[in-house]
């Protein structure tokens, strides 16, 4: 089961923000009695009502004072957004303090071995997709001459000290991750990405592409175009690609690859 509630717990904050602006707006109101606004047509033309609250009788809005007839209105709508907003952002929490999209998979995990080797789980758990995932996304495929050998904590050879960075802050981050896989796009063009990683959350594959002498224009040409195959194949920036750069005057920013593995990766 997909989790979804790092997305509802954006929602949350959604409506907090709605429900901030709404209480900042209420300076418009002051001093407004409370009632309301009741609209009425007489002859092809819109008249207007005031009662004011515990009262029976009602009173005649000029159009004179449509400037009052437009607040009262606009308070009464946004007192009614409000309280909905209130009472979606209780629901929501509510069904996240109850949530739990690893149900499953705790249950399938509390079972003894012999069980488990009779039950197939109605979804992969976790552990079982990222065994299948390395199966399907084997690294180590580029057998292009190493230019510098450095090795990342999991103990695999990259060729840049800013690519083991990058290697370590995923393993450290808990990022399933492999070293320049095979990446054979259409008309047969073979790519070796810099790494591909693994959203477990979302079971999403992301390619990562770290341009790294962005200071020399024959290496940002060639990057460039190596970009374009991937966008012309699906393969696109902010979607599935992620793309981090530096250069002899801009060195890696370590927080930056972290702030992009927490939104793509996690």
């Excluded at 981050?173 to 796009?185: A, I, T, W």
């Excluded at 005057?249 to 370590?254: A, C, H, I, N, W």
């Amino acid at each position: 089961m997909i989790d979804c509630s790092k997305e509802l717990r954006k929602q949350l904050g959604e409506i907090d923000r709605l429900i901030a602006q709404i209480k900042a707006g209420e300076k418009e109101a002051k001093g407004l009695p409370v009632g309301k606004i009741r609209v009425s047509s007489s002859h092809g033309k819109q008249q207007y009502y005031f009662r004011e609250r515990d009262r029976e009788e009602e009173r005649y809005v000029s159009v004179k004072e449509m400037s009052f007839i437009k607040k009262m209105i606009q308070r009464e709508h946004e007192r009614k957004v409000e309280k909905k907003l209130q009472s979606m952002k209780n629901e929501i929490k509510h069904f996240l303090d109850v949530y739990d999209p690893k149900f499953e998979e705790q249950i399938y995990e509390g079972l003894c071995e012999v069980k488990k080797s009779m039950v197939t789980p109605m979804e992969m758990t976790d552990a079982m997709f990222i065994e299948e995932w390395y199966a399907l996304n084997a690294g180590g495929q580029n057998t292009f001459p190493e230019t510098g050998v450095y090795e990342t904590e999991r103990g695999e050879t990259v060729r840049s000290k800013s690519e083991k960075i990058i290697a370590d802050t995923m393993n450290r981050m808990k990022v399933p991750y492999q070293y320049e896989p095979q990446l054979r796009l259409v008309g047969n063009k073979v790519f070796y990405p810099d790494f591909v990683c693994l959203n477990v959350a979302k079971r999403k594959t992301f390619y990562w592409e770290h341009l790294g002498l962005m200071q020399s224009n024959e290496y940002a040409a060639k990057n460039c175009l190596k970009l374009e195959h991937y966008e012309k194949n699906g393969i696109l920036m902010g979607e599935n690609l992620i793309v981090s750069l530096e250069s002899v005057d801009y060195p890696l920013d370590v927080g930056l690859i972290r702030k992009k593995i927490e939104l793509f990766l996690l």
